[in-house]
Structure formats: C-alpha cells, structure tokens
C-alpha cells in the first residue's frame, strides 16, 4: 500500500522524500503513515519547507516555530532555506525525545503542535481564549467555545486519515516484539557457539 498522502509529495522529490520518511519512521518506531497525514496537515497539502502559517511565524513541514526548535541548533532562516528531504532530518530530531510516547497518529500529532500533552484526557484543555496561542490554532476549536482541548484536536487530525488507513495504536505486544526476537538470536548464537 502506497504510503498516504504520497503523490501530493512534489514528484520533483518524491522518492527521496519517502524513502526517508520510512527510515526516519523506523528510527522512532512509528507508522510512517501518521507522520505523511501529520505533514500533509501542517504544510497544508504542500510538503513544502517554506510554508508558513499564515497566523503565526510557524514554518515548513511541521511548522515549526521559534520555541520548538530552541535546543536544536537550527534557525527558522535556515530551516526555511532546506529542500524538503533535509528539512526531514530536523523533523526527526525535534521528534526524537517523544520516541516511545508517539502510539498513534494523535501522539505524533501532539508532538508537534503541543506536546506537553501527549496522552492526556479528551477533555484536557490545551488552549483557551484569549491568547496568542489560541488565535493561532482557531479552527482546532470545533465547538468554538474558545477552548482547543485534546478531543478537539483528536477530532480535527482525524478528518485528514485516508480511506484505508488508520490512527492505529502500538500496543505493547509490537513494542515487545524486537526484544524478544533479540533473545531467541542471543540463544541460538550460544547454542550454536557451544555445538
């Protein structure tokens, strides 16, 4: 199955595009899918590096801001100034400490817009009006009582999961997985060695 979203991907670098995608994924053990409808999502359908957001100073395919590359090493001007493909290789390092809390698409999606939040209630609020903040993200405000809470937010990304495809969840059974395969090797290596 095609990875979603991918022919809105520029064919100028597409391939490319993917195929790191599917790398940086399997580095933070995540479906590649929810992070193509996370971007697809944040660069409104463009999977372009300059995209801005035209409510605040947000950036590129995850929009990135100020505050949430502080740390990184990286400035907006530079990260602007990437093509996609290299731009992806800062999505995976502003990724990369929400590795084990991203457990389905909505996890990956809080990373970027609000991580603070990762696995909290429906009900949490994230933002409320009046604040910078909230005029930003408006219409996450579904009821518009001028709060963005978690079920919001869940509500919206949603909308944006192709037919056949899922928000999906990692359970613990495919965490657990890689562990125990590394045990049977490790075994049969000494097993083997003693033979």
């Known amino acids: 199955m095609a990875l979603a979203y991918e022919t809105s991907v520029p064919a100028a670098y597409r391939t490319a595009f993917l ?9 933070l053990g995540i479906d590649p899918n929810w992070l193509m409808i996370v971007m697809r999502f944040e660069s409104a359908n463009t999977f372009s590096p300059s995209v801005k957001n035209p409510n605040s100073e947000a950036y590129g395919l995850i929009q990135f801001t100020a505050v949430g590359i502080s740390g990184l090493g990286v400035t907006l001007d530079q990260l602007r100034a990437m093509d996609a493909v ?35 209630p429906d009900a949490q609020k994230v933002y409320v009006s ?18 963005i809470t978690v079920g919001e937010i869940k509500q919206v990304i949603s909308r944006y999961i192709p037919a056949g495809y899922s928000a999906g969840s990692i359970t613990t059974d495919q965490k657990v997985l890689p562990i125990a395969a590394i045990a049977v090797i490790i075994v049969l290596f000494f097993t083997l060695k003693r033979a």
């Open 86 to 120: 290299s731009q992806l290789d800062w999505v995976e390092k502003y990724l990369n400490p929400y590795r084990g809390k991203m457990t389905d698409l909505y996890g990956v999606y809080l990373a970027v817009f609000a991580p603070a939040y990762i696995g909290r």
């Open 130 to 147: 009046p604040s910078k903040q909230y005029t930003a993200n408006k219409p996450l405000d579904t009821n518009n009582d001028g709060v």
């Open 19 to 27: 195929n790191k995608v599917i790398t940086i994924c399997n580095r």
